[in-house]
């Protein structure tokens, strides 16, 4: 026994020596002693998680988080839309614009702007605030609001010229006649690679750190049936969860996926409050990138933790991820355009599409994940 314990503080004696000429304990050396070896066991981790990322990848050279703006991704666009004037605002959106015809328009709406009315967050800007001097814009008297999206996602809003239209579309999306495809970036791969959550979503009770959050309410009947591919890794909500659940449906397909990382395609077959990241955060445990909201289930909201690879390759620390933007953008919906023809008459849908924004692509590059060919354009917002 006194053999094994001498030949394991071997690797010590150096230590031992250097701090026993200046220590004037033992628990002094002690320490010093237990502080080195955490430090060199810490060594040890990081150069087994960089051992990790193969040799022959490129990894990015320069940190973008020594920029001089702070900030952590490239900015072609800025997110930030305290400095600019009303007219420049719209402008901005007015540039934005995918399509226009049929008297509906779609807008590639970018990160950080609001399709609901009142208070918004620092640096965000109000679509609605900004309607009259978009319908000014394009010479027509009102643009109605149709639909929203998150203040935190970007893509295609809705809006109609004539309230006949905002009306029959409106409609559309109640009978659900209108599809919608977002494509999102995850922290961690879905598995499996493709399936529907089927998982009803009820409002949360207030949290500490902000006023509104959903949380997942599994029906008995859901949970008894056969097919639990999905089901099996969904965390449950706390029993703080308010009555009411409400239906939500989302289907979604694994486009491509490297290392912890994977970019999702996902529909949802039904309109609830922040149903994709509900369920791809609470259902399947894997919540989108920059998620700092669905990424745990604790009740004080916390910065999303990344894997060690996902950091390095986006050249950010730790406590960086929480500066990271959702990533979720809405690409294409098909819309019936015509409200005099039949729902069933396929001519009358018009498939609207948006281009992925900068930052999106950027990402993508350094996760190493890839488009479908069809989906590359050469053009970003």
Known sequence: FYINMFSSMMPLLPAFT?????SATAFDYALKIRTE????????????????????DK???????????????????????????????????????????YGIVAINKPYNVSCQGGTVARGSVNLIDHLPGLAARLS?????????????????VLLARTEQQARHLKLCFKERRIEKYYYCITRDVPSPLEGIVDIPLTASAKHRDCDWRAALRPTQSALDEANLTVLTRARVPTASSRSGAKEAVTRYR????????????????????????????YGLNTPVLGDHKYSSMRDRLMPQ???????TRLGIRPARARDLPLFLHCQRVAVPVDP??????????????????????????????????KLIRSKFI
């Open 18 to 22: 250097r701090c026993y000429a200046s």
């Open 37 to 56: 070896m955490i430090n060199n066991s810490e060594k040890m981790a990081k150069s087994e998680s960089s051992a990790q990322v193969k040799q022959g």
């Open 59 to 101: 990894m990015p050279i320069n940190n973008p988080i020594d920029k001089e703006d702070g900030s952590v991704l490239p900015n072609k666009r800025t997110w930030s839309f305290a400095s600019l004037k009303p007219d420049e605002i719209v402008e901005f959106l007015y540039k934005n614009i995918v399509w226009d015809k």
């Open 140 to 156: 027509c008297p009102h643009l109605h609001p149709v639909h929203r999206i998150d203040r935190t996602s970007t893509g295609i």
């Open 254 to 281: 694994v486009v491509d996926k490297f290392e912890r990382c994977a970019l999702v395609e996902v529909q949802p077959l039904t309109g609830c409050k922040h149903q994709i990241r509900v369920h791809l955060g």
């Open 305 to 311: 933790r990344l894997p060690e690879s996902t950091l």
């Open 340 to 373: 005099s023809k039949s729902p069933s008459d396929s001519a009358s849908v018009s498939v609207i599409k948006a281009p992925f924004p900068y930052q999106f692509v950027w990402v993508m590059r350094q996760l190493k994940l890839r488009l479908p060919i």
